[in-house]
């Protein structure tokens, strides 16, 4: 299993507005930003942090910093649940379905509509 880089949740709620707008500046994410408003300061060092972990790249103009996501939301979603069934279900797929069903959080009509999925696979 390929372990990626776990975000803390200011993290992934900054790479969330990354991955919508693909190419942006700190500015960009601050005016997508609900309220209350963050610092420039601290969504700069937000991003800064993603760039160590390897999550966005930059490009600058100047002293405009332009950055641009690295990993894609698929790849860090596949990521966190694979991470999420290791840690929590023992590694077993089946393990997660049960807890679903058993928590009511899956219906038969989705889970006839992943069977399908599989057979096509298949």
Same mark, same amino acid.
């Given at each position: 299993?390929? =372990?990626?880089?776990?975000?803390?949740?200011?993290?992934?709620?900054?790479?969330?507005?990354?991955?919508?707008? $693909? =190419?942006?500046?700190?500015?960009?994410?601050?005016?997508? +930003?609900?309220?209350? /408003?963050?610092?420039? #300061?601290? @969504? #700069?060092?937000? &991003?800064? @942090?993603?760039? =160590? !972990? $390897?999550? &966005?790249?930059?490009?600058? %103009?100047?002293?405009?910093?332009?950055?641009?996501? +690295?990993?894609?939301?698929?790849?860090?979603?596949? $990521?966190?649940?694979?991470?999420?069934?290791?840690? %929590?279900?023992?590694?077993?797929?089946? !393990?997660? &379905? #049960?807890?679903? &069903?058993?928590?009511?959080?899956?219906?038969?009509?989705?889970?006839?509509? @992943? @069977?399908?999925?599989?057979?096509? /696979?298949?």
């Amino acid at each position: 299993m390929t =372990r990626i880089k776990r975000l803390t949740k200011g993290e992934e709620a900054i790479m969330q507005y990354i991955w919508q707008l $693909g =190419r942006c500046t700190v500015t960009d994410i601050l005016e997508k +930003l609900s309220t209350p /408003k963050s610092p420039h #300061s601290s @969504i #700069s060092s937000i &991003v800064r @942090i993603l760039e =160590r !972990k $390897g999550f &966005v790249g930059h490009k600058s %103009y100047g002293r405009t910093y332009e950055y641009f996501p +690295l990993i894609t939301k698929e790849e860090y979603s596949r $990521g966190s649940l694979l991470t999420l069934i290791h840690n %929590y279900f023992n590694g077993s797929t089946p !393990k997660l &379905v #049960s807890f679903l &069903v058993e928590e009511e959080e899956t219906t038969i009509e989705e889970l006839q509509e @992943i @069977i399908k999925q599989l057979k096509k /696979k298949s």
